[in-house]
C-alpha cells in the first residue's frame, strides 16, 4: 500500500469515527474489555488520566455535529442557546449514550454546567459528575481541585471494580504525555508545510481520539503524521491563518474545508482544543494526581475559559500569530457562545494594535450553507495576498 | 371593574422613600471618595462580600445594579448599542454590554455623577461564568488590584465542606490580604462577625416579608414588589444600621396591609382584587417594567414567590449570615447557597416548593435571552414542574435590558391565554 492510501485509510477511519454518534469505536472497546465501563465527558478540558487510570475509556463528546436531526432536544433549549447541547441531549434521548456508565461536566460555562443539572433531571440513575475546574489559579485552588479529582478518581474506579492506584495514575500519565507530544507533531508539521496536513485532516485526526484507548490514538497520530512528511504536495498560493473560537462546540467539516478551499492555510486552531491543553510533559511524580493538579494551574494553554491571571489572551495571541508567521487570523465561534464571543472584542483589539488583520464570523455545529464563509475568507485571502492588507 | 384602586399616601411605601434616600447618600459618598480618600470596590450581586467592603472602609459598585438602572432610565439601548459599536457582539449578555457601553460614555452613575473608578476588582464567582469575562473585559480599563473568590458549584443540590473550607481559604489567603493592602486597615474578625450578626437582623425581617404572601391575599408582589424590597440587602448596605431600619419599616407597612387585608401595591395603586396566585422564575425585563407588571396586575395577579430575588440570598430558606460562628465560613455558606449557584434539580425543588407553600395557581418562566446562567435548562426544569405539581406553567421571553428582545404584545397575548386557562382549570 503507497503513503497515499495508507492515508486515505487512516483517514476514512478518523472520518467514520467523526461521524459515528452511535459510538460503535466505543462498543467495540466495551466488547473487548468485559466489565470495564466508558465514562463521557463534555468539552473542553477535563483530565482524560483520571478516568483511564481508574480503569474506564474516557470518551469525549463534542456534540451531534450535523449529523443529528434535532427532534426532541429542541425542546429542551431555546433558539438563543448554541447547538452542543440540544444535540448532546437528543443524543442521550435517542439513548446513543446510554452505553456510557457516566457523564463528566467540566467547569466549561453556564450551558455545560446547566446541563448537568439537565442531565441529572433527564437521566435519573445515571453517574453525573460536575468538574470543578479552579479560577483561583493558585494553591488553594490547586488543593480544592485535588480533593475532586480523588473524588472522580475514587468514582470512576467503583464503577470499573478497581482500586484507585497512584501507579496507574503515573502510568496513564506518561500515555498522555505521549499522546500530547504526537498531537503537537500534527500541529508543528502542519504550521511548517501546511500543504501536507490539510484543516480538516489535523480535525479529523486529533477528534478520533475522543473515542479511542490513547496508546492507540497516540499510535495512529504518530503513523499519519511521519505519512504526511512524505507527501509530495506543492505549497500553493495561500494565505496563513490562526483559526480561534471553535474550542467547544465544533464546526462542520465543510466549514473547515471551505476556509481553506477559499485560499487560507489554517496553520492553527483551537479545536479539539480538551486534548491539547496542558502544554508538555506532566511528570507524575510520587503524588501523579497532585501533578495533574498542578499541571492545570501551570502548564494550561491559554483559553476563554480559564480566568486570565497574569498575561492578556490577546498579548498570547499576537505572539502566536506571530511565531507562526500566520498572515491574520479568523474568528470563527459558535453562535451564542459567551466565553467565545466576549473574547473577541480584547483579542481583535490586540490584533489591531499589532497591526494583524482578522475577520471574524459564527456558526453551528450544524451549519449547512458556507457560501457566506467562502465569499468572507475569500476576500480576506484576496486582499492579504494583493495588498497585504484588507 | 379596575384591577386596581388607588392607594391612600399612608400606605404608600415609606420605606421605600427611605431607600431612596440610602441610595442617594451611597452615590453622594462615591461622587466624594476624591476628597475623603475611600476606597472603592467592584463587586457582584451573587455571592457579594458586602460585610468585608463595609468592614474595610470601602464602597461597593455593582455594575449588574448599573445595568439595571440604566434599563429602567431607558438608557441601556445607547448602552448596548455603543458596546455593539465597539465589537461586542449581538448574541452575549446584554449587562455586560450595557456596563461597557455606560464606561465608555463616561461612567455616569444613576444619580448623573461619575462613578469613580475601582481601586479593587472584587469577582465573586458567584452562578455565572459570564462575571469572569466581564471582569476581564473590566481588568483591561482599570489598573488596580484584582481579587478572585471562586465559589464552586454546588452541583449536587448541597455544598460540601471541602467547598465551604476552600472559600474560607480564599477569603483568608488571598482575598482578605488584597482588601487590607488596598485600605491600608487590619482586618478585624471580631467586627466583621458582628457586621454578620447584624447582616441576620435585617434578614430576618426580609424573610418575614416575603413570607407574607402565604397569605390570602398577599400584602406584597413577591417579583415586581420584591425586586425593590431586595434592593438594600443585595447591595452596599447589608450588615449595616440603615438596613436594619429599612427592613423593620417595610416590616411594618406589610403588616399592616395584611392587618387590614390589603393587596400589593402597584404604580396604578393597589390591587383590589387576588384573581392568581403565581410562582415566577427567571428576572425581570427593567426596560419595559411597569408595562411588563401592568400586564399581571390588570389581570388581578399576584406573584406570590420568585427565583429571582433570591440571587443574592436564599434568606428565605433560612440562611443566615453569622448563624456559623467563623465569619469566613459563614460568608462561604452565603456564597455556596445563593439561587443561580443551585443545580438544576435543587432550582426545581425549590420551585416545587413554592408552588405547594404559597397556594400558587401557577407559574411562569421569564427566559432571559442574554442570561444562560437562568435561561439554559429553563425547558426542562418547567416540564419538571408540571409533572411533579402537575399544574401546567406558562413560558415567556425578554431580555433584561435590552428593549429589542421585549414584545409587550407577545407576551401580553400568552400571559392572557395561560390565565384563561387556569381560569377554565379551576371551573372544570
Ligand atoms: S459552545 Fe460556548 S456556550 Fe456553548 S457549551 Fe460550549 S462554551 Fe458553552
Ligand atoms: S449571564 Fe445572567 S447572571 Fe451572568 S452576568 Fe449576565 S445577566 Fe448576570
Known amino acids: 500500500m503507497s503513503a497515499e492510501q495508507e492515508l486515505e485509510r487512516l483517514l476514512d477511519r478518523c472520518e467514520r469515527i467523526y461521524g459515528d454518534v452511535a459510538l460503535e469505536e466505543v462498543k467495540a472497546w466495551k466488547a473487548a474489555h468485559p466489565g470495564r465501563p466508558a465514562i463521557g465527558h463534555l468539552p473542553v478540558y477535563v483530565p482524560r488520566e483520571v478516568i483511564h487510570a481508574a480503569g474506564a475509556l474516557p470518551v469525549a463528546l463534542q456534540g451531534g455535529g450535523d449529523q443529528v436531526d434535532i427532534v426532541r432536544g429542541d425542546a429542551c433549549f431555546q433558539s438563543y442557546i448554541c447547538h452542543l447541547p440540544r444535540s448532546t441531549v437528543e443524543l442521550g434521548l435517542q439513548g446513543e449514550l446510554d452505553l456510557l456508565e457516566g457523564l463528566v461536566f467540566p467547569s466549561t460555562c453556564d450551558v455545560i454546567r446547566n446541563l448537568s443539572g439537565i442531565w441529572q433531571l433527564l437521566f435519573q440513575g445515571k453517574y453525573v459528575r460536575y468538574l470543578d475546574l479552579p479560577q483561583a489559579l493558585n494553591d488553594t485552588g490547586g488543593l480544592f481541585y485535588l480533593e475532586d479529582l480523588e473524588g472522580l478518581m475514587n468514582d470512576v474506579a467503583a464503577r470499573a471494580n478497581q482500586k484507585p492506584d497512584k501507579a496507574a495514575v503515573a502510568a496513564s500519565i506518561r500515555l498522555y504525555n505521549r499522546n500530547r507530544r504526537a498531537l503537537q507533531l500534527l500541529y508543528e508539521l502542519r504550521a511548517e508545510a501546511p500543504q501536507l496536513v490539510a484543516a480538516d485532516e489535523a480535525f479529523l485526526v ?95 494553554t491559554w483559553a476563554s475559559v480559564r480566568f486570565e491571571d497574569e498575561q492578556f489572551r490577546g498579548d498570547q495571541l499576537v ?47 450544524n451549519t449547512g450553507q458556507f457560501q457566506g464563509f467562502r465569499e468572507q475568507a475569500g476576500t480576506f485571502s484576496d486582499s492579504l495576498k494583493l495588498w497585504g492588507t484588507t | 371593574m379596575s384591577a386596581t384602586r388607588p392607594t ?15 441610595l442617594a447618600r451611597h452615590f453622594q459618598e462615591l461622587s466624594k471618595v476624591r476628597e475623603t480618600g475611600r476606597k472603592v470596590a467592584y463587586t457582584f450581586v451573587p455571592g457579594n462580600l458586602t460585610e468585608l467592603i463595609s468592614e474595610a472602609g470601602m464602597l461597593g459598585v455593582y455594575p449588574e445594579i448599573n445595568a439595571l438602572q440604566s434599563g429602567m432610565r431607558q438608557r441601556s439601548a445607547d448602552f448596548i448599542h455603543e458596546a455593539e459599536r465597539l465589537g461586542h457582539n449581538e448574541d452575549v449578555c446584554t449587562y455586560v454590554k450595557c456596563d461597557i457601553g455606560m464606561l465608555t460614555k463616561g461612567n455616569i452613575g444613576p444619580t448623573g455623577e461619575k462613578l469613580p473608578p475601582p481601586d479593587l476588582l472584587l469577582l465573586s464567582y458567584t452562578g455565572c461564568f459570564t462575571f469572569m469575562k466581564w471582569f476581564e473585559l473590566l481588568r483591561r480599563e482599570y489598573h488596580c488590584e484584582i481579587a478572585m473568590l471562586h465559589v464552586p458549584y454546588a452541583a449536587d443540590g448541597q455544598p460540601t465542606e471541602a467547598m465551604r473550607q476552600y472559600i474560607a481559604k480564599q477569603l483568608r489567603n488571598e482575598v482578605i490580604p488584597k482588601f487590607e493592602k488596598v485600605s491600608g486597615k487590619k482586618l478585624d474578625l471580631d467586627s466583621l462577625a458582628a457586621r454578620l450578626r447584624r447582616s441576620a437582623l435585617a434578614e430576618e425581617d426580609l424573610s418575614w416579608v416575603l413570607e407574607s404572601a402565604k397569605k390570602k391575599p398577599s400584602p406584597i408582589d413577591a417579583y415586581f414588589g420584591a425586586v425593590y424590597y431586595v434592593g438594600p440587602i443585595f447591595t452596599a448596605f447589608r450588615g449595616g444600621e440603615d438596613c436594619i431600619g429599612y427592613y423593620r419599616a417595610l416590616r411594618q407597612e406589610v403588616k399592616s396591609r395584611l392587618e387590614h387585608g390589603e393587596g400589593p401595591v402597584t404604580p396604578d395603586g393597589t390591587l383590589a ?22 400586564i399581571f396586575y390588570e389581570e388581578g395577579v399576584v406573584f406570590v414567590a420568585s427565583t429571582y430575588t433570591k440571587v443574592g440570598g436564599l434568606y428565605d430558606r433560612g440562611f443566615r449570615h453569622g448563624a456559623e460562628k467563623d465569619p469566613l465560613l459563614s460568608l462561604a455558606d452565603y456564597c455556596l447557597s445563593c439561587y443561580t449557584n443551585l443545580s438544576l434539580p435543587a432550582r426545581v425543588d425549590l420551585l416545587e416548593r413554592y408552588v405547594r407553600e404559597y397556594a400558587a395557581d401557577g407559574f ?50 400568552r400571559v392572557e391565554s395561560y390565565l384563561q386557562m387556569l381560569d377554565q382549570r379551576r371551573r372544570a
Open chain 1, 206 to 300: 486529533a477528534r478520533a481520539g475522543g473515542q479511542m484507548e490513547v496508546s492507540a490514538h497516540s499510535d495512529l497520530v504518530e503513523t499519519f503524521v511521519s505519512l504526511a512528511r512524505k507527501r509530495n504536495r506543492r505549497k500553493e498560493d495561500r494565505i496563513r491563518v490562526v483559526a480561534i473560537g471553535a474550542f467547544c462546540e465544533q464546526p462542520p467539516l465543510g466549514l473547515l474545508r471551505t476556509l481553506e478551499r477559499s485560499g487560507c492555510y489554517v496553520v492553527d486552531d483551537d479545536l479539539n482544543l480538551g486534548a491539547r491543553w496542558i502544554q508538555g510533559d506532566v511528570e507524575p511524580g510520587d503524588f501523579p494526581l497532585k501533578a495533574l493538579s498542578k499541571a492545570y494551574l501551570v502548564q494550561s
Open chain 1, 319 to 365: 505572539a502566536r500569530v506571530k511565531a507562526l508567521r500566520a498572515d491574520g487570523v479568523i474568528f470563527a465561534a459558535p453562535s451564542f457562545c459567551d466565553p467565545a464571543l466576549l473574547d473577541q472584542p480584547p483579542l481583535q483589539k490586540a490584533l489591531t494594535d499589532a497591526n494583524l488583520p482578522f475577520i471574524s464570523f459564527k456558526y453551528a455545529e
Open chain 2, 8 to 22: 391612600t399616601s399612608a400606605q404608600k411605601d415609606i420605606s421605600m422613600e427611605r431607600q431612596k434616600a440610602m
Open chain 2, 273 to 294: 382584587k387576588e384573581r392568581f396566585r403565581l410562582v415566577v422564575e427567571g428576572p425581570p425585563n427593567w426596560t419595559h417594567f411597569r408595562d411588563f407588571w401592568k
Open chain 2, 364 to 413: 411562569i418562566f421569564n427566559s432571559i435571552k442574554s442570561c444562560k446562567s437562568f435561561s439554559a435548562g429553563q425547558l426542562v426544569m418547567l416540564r419538571e414542574v408540571e409533572k411533579r405539581t402537575g399544574i401546567p406553567g406558562a413560558f415567556i421571553e425578554s431580555d433584561l435590558v435590552d428593549p429589542r428582545y421585549y414584545s409587550q404584545a407577545n407576551i401580553k397575548n
